[in-house]
C-alpha cells in the first residue's frame, strides 16, 4: 500500500465550477500535511498547509482527519489558472525533520 | 530573494557515464534535500542535509549516488556509473531549521536526467 494515495484524475471541470480532491494516508504518525501545486514541468509549490481545524485560504479550504487518516482540498470557483497536478503530501516524521512524502498527484484542467 | 537553483536544467548520458548535478539552496537556509521522480512514480525523497551534515540518506537508491555539502552552502548529486533507471527529475528543496516539521520546503525546478 502507498503512504499517500489520491485519485490520478483527470478532473475535468469548467470554469467556475466546485472540485473537491481526496487523499488518504498510511502512517498514523504523520505530523504535518501539505497541498502542493505543480505546473507541467515546472517544480511543486506550496499551495497551503493542513491544520486538524481546517483551514481556508481564498477560494482553496483543505481539511484533515487525523481519525481516518484522510485529507481533502476544495477549490470553489475554479478558474482556468488552476489547472495543474495537486500533490497531497506528508511529512513521515514529527520534530524538525522534513522528508516529504509525495502522492502521486490528481490532475485538474479547468475548461472554458 | 532568489529561489532555489539547480544546474545543469537538462542532462543526457550514456549508461556507464558519471553526472552531477548541483543545487544552490536559498540563503540562510540550513536544510537542504533532494528528491527524484521517476517516470509514472510520486517525487520521492532521496537525503536531508543540515548545513554540511546527512541527517537522513535513507532514500538513497544505492552507493552510485554519492550526495555532498561542504561548506553547508551548495550541495552535489554525483551518480556514477548511470544506469538507464536513474532516469527522472532530481528535485532539490531547502528550507529553513525550526518549525517542527512544518517548515515550508521551497523545490527548485529540478535537473531532467536522461540516461540512454
Known amino acids: 500500500r502507498k503512504e499517500v494515495e489520491q485519485d490520478p484524475g483527470p478532473f475535468n471541470v469548467p470554469e467556475g465550477a466546485t472540485v473537491a480532491f481526496n487523499c488518504t494516508y498510511s502512517?498514523?504518525?504523520?505530523?504535518?500535511f501539505f497541498w502542493y501545486r505543480q505546473d507541467c514541468r515546472k517544480e511543486p509549490k506550496l499551495l497551503m498547509s493542513?491544520?486538524?481545524s481546517g483551514n481556508e485560504d481564498g477560494r482553496f479550504t483543505a481539511q484533515l482527519n487525523r481519525a481516518s487518516q484522510y485529507i481533502s482540498l476544495l477549490i470553489r470557483d475554479s478558474k482556468l489558472s488552476d489547472s495543474a497536478t495537486y500533490l497531497c503530501v506528508v511529512n513521515r516524521h514529527g520534530g524538525s525533520q522534513g522528508n516529504l512524502i509525495f502522492g502521486k498527484g490528481t490532475k485538474l484542467s479547468v475548461k472554458p | 530573494e532568489a529561489g532555489v537553483t539547480q544546474f545543469p536544467s537538462h542532462s543526457v548520458i550514456e549508461k556507464g557515464q558519471t553526472v552531477t548535478l548541483r543545487c544552490d539552496p536559498i540563503?540562510?537556509?540550513?536544510?537542504l534535500y533532494w528528491y527524484r521522480r521517476v517516470m509514472g512514480k510520486e517525487i520521492k525523497f532521496l537525503l536531508h542535509?543540515?548545513?554540511?551534515?546527512?541527517?537522513?540518506e535513507s532514500g538513497m537508491p544505492n552507493n552510485r549516488f554519492l550526495a555532498e555539502r561542504t561548506g553547508g552552502t551548495y550541495s552535489t548529486l554525483k551518480v556514477q556509473p548511470a544506469e538507464l533507471e536513474d532516469s527522472g527529475v532530481y528535485f532539490c528543496a531547502s528550507s529553513q531549521v525550526g518549525g517542527g516539521g512544518k517548515e515550508t520546503q521551497y523545490f527548485g525546478p529540478g535537473t531532467r536526467l536522461l540516461v540512454l
Open positions: 502512517n498514523s504518525a504523520s505530523q504535518s
Open positions: 493542513v491544520y486538524s
Open positions: 542535509f543540515v548545513k554540511e551534515s546527512k541527517q537522513d
Open positions: 540563503s540562510g537556509h540550513d536544510n
